[in-house]
């Protein structure tokens, strides 16, 4: 059996190698704190690979999990922890991540995480005992209110899903301090690094693509909007869409043809890349998923072949949306390198058509444009205690219920 340190300075190393980890400092916390003592039901294999482990549940769904350690790198690499800085952690789940912060802002500095969970916080306590860690209060709550009692807090990080962006963490941040949250953005998950300026709004310092479990509580935000086929594929869309998923589900029995893109597509693009930007410039965007026995049905094998996960994007023309085009993969197309396969569109619906040439036109334009990804973002939000801002030309406006996402490109939208 492989000894917790070799697999946990192979773990390390593999986080350099693909740039999860960049910092000494986030290098040496992944080296020193032993995951394997924040995992006790799970062998060191396991405690040491780069995978989420789930470790509650609740109906047969994960409701906390030991985040996957490429992901948590990422993050902490977003957050530009330094040594005395006082952290909040909403989402305090095994302890481990707040112990990694431990290890970066170190004795003059302080990690306070909370998790609506009292079992978790309970089991957390356990686990920082065990590996011997100072520095972290843990406490019971609900994060969507931040922790009023240990504001200010230089930096908040949220290792749970948000639908929103609150006012209470932005009120709880020193100024000029960094908030990093994992942000539902039209359909796809963001992790983005906002700084809090001068003037209460908040800009991104970085945008990456990610995949957490949703906060519970009063922060739940708005139930998903979707519908089923008779098949069981599931029409997602999101909650400022106009498109009624029912229509489209309707509309999926009715398929057409068939057109090639020339376009490349890979599994990672239906969320990050193709995904995102198509769903910020055209809000008839909806996802179409399948999973469980629906996922192996034929429509769904046949459909939904771009991902592992068996998903697609798609659009609608016109409403309620019984004009429809699914992107998929080309059947004549030969396979691309790495996970890339050309993709096309397939046509559904009685009109047959102008939902299709779109989406091909799309695509084509995302491709020429250098395949935008999550990276290539810039958000503000705005609350509603801040001024309230000019809309610069070629942002994407999204409302929610406490601020105002105002979305753009980095790099150039004309293609060249
Ligand atoms: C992905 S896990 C966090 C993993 C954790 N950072 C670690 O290192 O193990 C998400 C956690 O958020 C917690 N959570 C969900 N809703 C919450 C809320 N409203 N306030 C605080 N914690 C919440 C869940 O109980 C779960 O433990």
């Not at 999926?252 to 198509?278: F, H, K, N, S, Y």
Request: with cysteine.
């Amino acid at each position: 059996m492989v000894s917790p340190e070799r697999a946990r300075s192979r773990l390390v190393e593999e986080l350099r190698r693909g740039s999860r980890v960049r910092s000494p400092a986030v290098a040496d916390a992944f080296a020193t704190v032993p995951r394997h003592l924040f995992l006790p039901g799970s062998t060191i294999e396991t405690a040491y690979s780069d995978e989420a482990i789930a470790t509650k549940f609740a109906g047969g769904v994960a409701i906390s999990s030991a985040s996957q350690p490429s992901m948590m790198a990422i993050m902490l690499e977003q957050l530009g922890l330094c040594p005395g800085q006082r952290v909040l952690e909403i989402g305090a789940g095994t302890g481990y991540n707040a112990a990694l912060m431990a290890r970066i802002v170190g004795p003059s500095g302080s990690v306070t995480a909370i998790d609506i969970d009292p079992e978790l916080i309970a089991q957390a306590e356990d686990n920082l005992r065990a590996a011997a860690v100072k520095g972290v209060e843990l406490v019971v709550g609900d994060g969507a209110l931040g922790h009023p009692d240990g504001a200010p807090f230089d930096r908040i990080i949220l290792t749970v899903g948000s639908w929103d962006v609150r006012p209470e963490w932005v009120e709880q941040l020193v100024p000029g301090g960094r908030l990093v949250l994992p942000l539902a953005v039209r359909g796809s998950q963001l992790s983005v690094a906002f700084d809090l300026g001068g003037d209460g709004a908040l800009r991104s310092d970085s945008v990456r693509s990610c995949a957490f479990i949703r906060l519970r509580g009063i922060g739940a935000g708005p139930a998903t909007r979707a519908a089923s086929t008779g098949d069981g594929l599931l029409i997602q869309v999101a909650e400022d869409s106009t498109v009624d998923p029912a229509a489209v589900a309707a509309a999926l029995q009715e398929p057409g043809p068939v057109r090639a893109t020339g376009v490349p597509i890979g599994p990672a693009d239906l969320w990050d890349g193709l995904g995102l930007w198509l769903a910020l410039a055209d809000r008839s965007t909806l996802r179409v998923l399948a999973s469980g026995e629906a996922a192996e049905s034929p429509l769904a094998r046949r459909l939904l072949r771009i991902g592992p996960d068996r998903g697609t994007v798609a659009l609608v023309d016109g409403e309620p949306g019984e004009d429809c085009a699914l992107l998929v993969l080309d059947p004549r197309g030969r396979p691309g390198t790495g996970r890339l396969h050309p993709a096309a569109v397939q046509v559904f619906g009685p009109a047959g058509g102008p939902a299709a040439a779109r989406l091909g036109r799309m695509v084509r334009r995302w491709h020429a444009l250098g395949r935008l990804n999550a990276a290539d973002l810039v958000i503000a939000a705005v609350l509603p205690s801040g001024e309230p801002p000019a809309v610069p030309a070629g942002r994407t406006v999204i409302d929610k219920e406490f601020s105002r996402l105002l979305l753009g490109w980095a790099r150039p939208t004309q293609p060249t």
